[in-house]
């Protein structure tokens, strides 16, 4: 893993995408050379040049926003000829528009046709080739647990559901006095120094698992690993590194009040308030004829009746209540026995309500509450009171999440599929404290440029 701006980003995945603007680049290059192969070419080196640009960045972005270089897709929801294809489509009507907006970059369509050939047969070459290889155990990062009781054990399963594994336990030292719950197989003997065992077992990098705090720990073993090279990490830092939470079954008051990041300032609220405003601008110049056609639908539906809006209060920024704005896809009372939670295939939402729901366009509205200032781009997810208020009850940190504004969208949406009970809202809330402790401009981008994924593939909708 790589940290870019406090994010962290996989570095297989972005050599990934690196090789394949490459590729992109090369496929736009080869199909003009294939279309020219018995005339003289139209274009000089220069215009191919920016041709092959254009497309390969548009390309690029366009795989970015389908997941592709997502590291945390599993094969139940990967399906890569699905993605690829609607990734294409998507790219080669943008490359299109800027050819109509740009005419001097204009490719013959021949040329485009090659391109579009090239890289989708090198896309998948090069995709088999990346799953080979960085699936060998050789390549894989080999860690080393401290520990063999809970926590340690919760290690074991952490990236069972990943396509790319970038790393591999090698075993578990089990502390004196300690209760060990991790298969006694895994457990390495403590009968030499912990460099030696590390030399041994060719370790990258140890992680301290204990579930006693008081424990300890061979410090001065750990030192001579330290100086030595070896890397070595606490299991809050490995769950944020691997998985982009912060742990709530690990966390501690001191590790929050001495660990870096939930920064904040007048010049970080300036520009974020700059990038929402410029956000939903853009994004309700693009919308607004999906909107109207919205409003359209919902007011033939209910039979030129009932409420095209639906406005809710929710908790926002400080704890400060706001009415948040969507499109109605309920039916007019469905509320009427008190707030409860969205379930599957529920009886309560419309045709129309089920189709904005699962594309979101139902949360369009919510532009004007971003342009208003109660809400981001992109932030937690705002709740209900009446949730919120057991939650800060029930769950710990719960109120950390409003920190900051709620967005329209977000990393607990990005990573987590919709929750419909306390249960989820504690995942969810992993999510939303790594978001509010590693804000930056780059997590927002990434975040905004993936969600078109959770868009076209409905996640999380109900």
Not at 198 to 216: H, L, P
Not at 411 to 439: F, H, M, R, T
Request: hydrophobic share 45%; proline share 3%; with cysteine.
């Amino acid at each position: 893993m790589i940290r870019i701006f406090r994010h962290y980003i996989s570095r297989a995945y972005l050599w990934l995408l690196l090789i394949e603007f490459g590729v992109f680049f090369a496929a736009m290059y080869f199909g003009s050379d294939v279309r020219f192969l018995m005339t003289k070419s139209w274009y000089t080196e220069q215009d191919i040049t920016y041709a092959c640009v254009i497309f390969s960045a548009v390309m690029s972005l366009s795989c970015l926003g389908l997941g592709l270089y997502r590291r945390t897709l599993s094969w139940d929801d990967y399906n890569l000829l699905a993605r690829v294809c609607v990734s294409f489509g998507i790219a080669i009507f943008a490359v299109v528009t800027v050819y109509y907006l740009l005419p001097e970059f204009h490719v013959a369509r021949s040329v485009l046709v090659y391109a579009v050939f090239f890289a989708f047969l090198g896309i998948m070459i090069t995709r088999f080739l990346f799953y080979h290889l960085v699936n060998l155990e050789r390549l894989k990062r080999r860690f080393l647990v401290i520990g063999s009781s809970k926590k340690a054990q919760g290690l074991i399963t952490i990236n069972d559901s990943f396509i790319h594994r970038g790393f591999t336990i090698v075993g578990f030292l089990a502390l004196p006095d300690e209760v060990s719950v991790v298969d006694p197989g895994k457990i390495i003997n403590y009968d030499k120094k912990i460099i030696a065992i590390a030399e041994q077992y060719k370790i990258d990098e140890i992680v301290i698992a204990i579930d006693d705090r008081s424990m300890a720990l061979p410090f001065d073993e750990l030192l001579d690993c330290r100086m030595s090279g070896l890397t070595i990490i606490n299991i809050m830092g490995f769950y944020e590194r691997e998985q982009g939470i912060i742990s709530l079954d690990n966390v501690s008051p001191g590790w929050l009040v001495f660990c870096s990041g939930f920064a904040q300032g007048d010049l970080r609220s300036l520009v974020k308030r700059f990038f929402d405003v410029f956000a939903s601008l853009l994004l309700l110049a693009v919308s607004w004829p999906v909107m109207l056609l919205t409003v359209l639908a919902i007011f033939l539906e209910s039979g030129f009746k009932g409420p095209i809006l639906y406005r809710q209060i929710r908790v926002g920024e400080k704890n400060k209540n706001f009415e948040v704005l969507k499109f109605r896809s309920m039916k007019p009372n469905a509320e009427k026995n008190g707030a409860q939670w969205a379930k599957k295939n529920d009886d309560r939402i419309t045709l129309v309500g089920r189709a904005i729901r699962k594309s979101r366009i139902d949360e369009l509205p919510q532009i004007f509450n971003v342009l208003k200032g109660d809400m981001s781009f992109v932030g937690p997810r705002p709740e209900r009171p009446e949730f919120v208020q057991g939650f800060n009850e029930r769950i710990p940190y719960y109120r950390e999440r409003h920190r900051v504004k709620p967005g329209i969208t977000g990393w607990a949406q990005l990573c987590y599929p919709y929750g419909s009970d306390e249960k989820d809202a504690i995942k969810k809330l992993e999510y939303d404290l790594y978001y509010v402790k590693n804000y930056s401009l780059f997590l927002d981008f990434s975040i905004m440029f993936n969600t078109v994924e959770v868009i076209l593939w409905g996640k999380g909708a109900r």
